[in-house]
């Protein structure tokens, strides 16, 4: 007691606690709640009922045993691995072994799990087996370990969901999908299961399907961090800054790890608030350090404020381990270019003129830093930048043409808006499947602004007709107008099956 007392930030996180569980509460009254919230995956009020209920019986076996699996299932590996240090001899529960391994895994020390795990050939053992491996870049033991653990167990949730995830990790999406499927199916309120999904949905592009695993898995369990870094990380992609932003106030749970400081600071730069932006990721230096994403973002608030110098010395050594990354090149050069080293950028910059498949926005900035710096290429650079490769516009139609037809809303999207810019921007074919991908993926305004745009171009097309009919009675904008466009598609194709479901449900208001 006086260690605790003689500490003010202990002594007041340990009143907050009691506060927050209602002061002098009864300690089983406690306990027994804190097990009813953990049951139902109520991590965070846990954890402060446990506070309070530990304050009372520091040594009580059962209290610490749940704080340690309440720390775990919130992923912090450094408070159970406090809490199973004093689960001593008889006090251990029968999964120990596997307790200790899995916050080592969470703290990252892969050794430790596996010597904690010894000889354990369990499912659950050989799933924590697996995780270590990984962790020691060992990706063929892992998966060794996750075979040898679905064969004595086939429909282990968790195992599904680990594979799913490193199969993702080898580029096979479709297996990947296939476990997190079967993930699913032997468990669908398991958390794992449900990110899985949604990271298998977001690598197939499905973002609107992401979209929702993610929330869902939200709500199951509130407060959980990799759900929330989910759907920020999608809304923000999709430009819905003020779905993310509501997203963000309303969340209550406990990040240690810099993940809700950088989501902050890539809503402001979503914004345009690069002030903001960099501010946050300079108080939360110490615990974004290692995350690269985190670099790139403080790099190009940097630029944006004017000091490129220090963007650039951020940028160059990034762009030293990873040269293959085209948004590393594209930040270096414009952060050159902004602090007068337009040589610099056209050096940095060169590697686009080179390649078939560059981006148009990665041309135009080459084109640019070149006639800023004189450069003897500047002609040929500002012609590439005008006149793409025809390789360019041949691969941007042909993902966009798969991504259609997979459902592949994410990727359709990104190469309908490389077509727009290597094009004039009035291909009505364009434009409407651009329209019908953006409102799949819940970017209804977008869509209904592309439909708009091709039905300019191709007032007559009944798809387009269908399209925009279509998208006007979803928003429920105009229904007049919505009524009409698909009474006159369905005129011009009557034998489109499409389009008849679409007037059908249209005329049941």
């Not at 995956?41 to 699996?69: G, K, M, T, V």
């Not at 968790?158 to 993702?168: E, T």
């Not at 809304?235 to 400081?261: K, N």
């Not at 090149?329 to 686009?352: C, I, S």
């Amino acid at each position: 007691m006086n260690r605790i007392a003689s500490s003010p930030l202990a002594f007041s996180a340990l009143v907050l606690a009691m506060l927050a569980s209602g002061c002098g509460a009864d300690p089983k009254a406690l306990a027994a709640k804190a097990h009813t919230e953990f049951a139902a995956h109520q991590y965070l009020a846990a954890q402060a009922d446990l506070a309070a209920a530990l304050a009372a019986n520091p040594n009580d076996p059962a209290l610490i045993e749940l704080h340690a699996r309440n720390a775990l299932a919130m992923g912090d590996g450094i408070a159970a691995g406090a809490s199973l240090e004093k689960l001593a001899g008889p006090r251990r529960p029968a999964d120990m072994s596997r307790l200790l391994a899995e916050a080592a895994v969470l703290r990252g020390q892969a050794q430790e799990a596996l010597t904690a795990l010894g000889n354990d050939t369990s499912a659950a053992g050989l799933r924590l087996r697996g995780l270590a491996l990984l962790l020691q870049g060992d990706q063929a033991g892992a998966e060794d370990a996750f075979k040898a653990g679905l064969a004595a167990v086939p429909r282990h949730a968790a195992l599904l969901a680990s594979y799913s995830r490193l199969k993702l990790m080898d580029g096979d999406t479709a297996e990947a999908s296939r476990l997190a499927v079967q993930a699913l199916a032997a468990n669908g309120d398991l958390l794992d299961a449900m990110l899985v999904d949604g990271e298998v949905a977001t690598a197939e592009g499905r973002l609107g399907n992401a979209l929702a695993a993610y929330a869902k898995a939200g709500k199951r369990y509130p407060g959980n961090m990799a759900a929330l870094t989910g759907q920020a990380a999608i809304l923000g992609d999709l430009g819905r800054t003020d779905e993310l932003a509501a997203l963000l106030a309303g969340f209550q749970g406990v990040s240690t790890d810099g993940t809700m400081a950088y989501l902050k600071a890539r809503l402001a730069a979503a914004k345009g608030d690069w002030s903001a932006a960099r501010d946050i990721l300079q108080a939360n230096g110490d615990k974004l350090k290692d995350r690269d994403d985190a670099g790139v973002l403080y790099a190009q608030a940097l630029t944006q404020i004017g000091q490129p110098e220090q963007a650039r010395a951020r940028l160059a050594p990034m762009l030293s381990r990873h040269p293959e990354i085209a948004l590393l090149r594209r930040e270096l050069g414009k952060a050159q270019l902004a602090g007068n080293d337009a040589a610099g950028a056209v050096q940095t910059l060169t590697p686009f003129a080179q390649s078939k498949t560059a981006a148009p926005e990665d041309l135009r900035l080459l084109a640019k830093a070149a006639e800023t710096a004189g450069d003897p290429n500047a002609a040929f650079f500002a012609a590439r930048a005008r006149y793409p490769s025809p390789q360019s516009l041949g691969q941007a139609l042909g993902a966009a043409d798969t991504a259609m037809k997979a459902g592949n809303w994410g990727n359709a999207i990104l190469a309908y808006e490389q077509i727009l810019a290597l094009t004039d921007g009035r291909s009505a074919l364009v434009l409407n499947n651009m329209a019908w991908a953006q409102a799949q993926v819940g970017n209804r305004d977008k869509g209904l602004a592309f439909a708009q745009r091709a039905i300019q171009v191709a007032p007559e097309d009944p798809s387009v007709m269908d399209t925009l009919g279509w998208l006007l009675h979803q928003s429920g904008a105009n229904k007049g107008r919505s009524l009409d466009l698909l009474r006159r598609a369905a005129q011009k194709a009557p034998d489109n099956a499409t389009i008849r479901a679409h007037l059908a449900e249209a005329q049941r208001g």
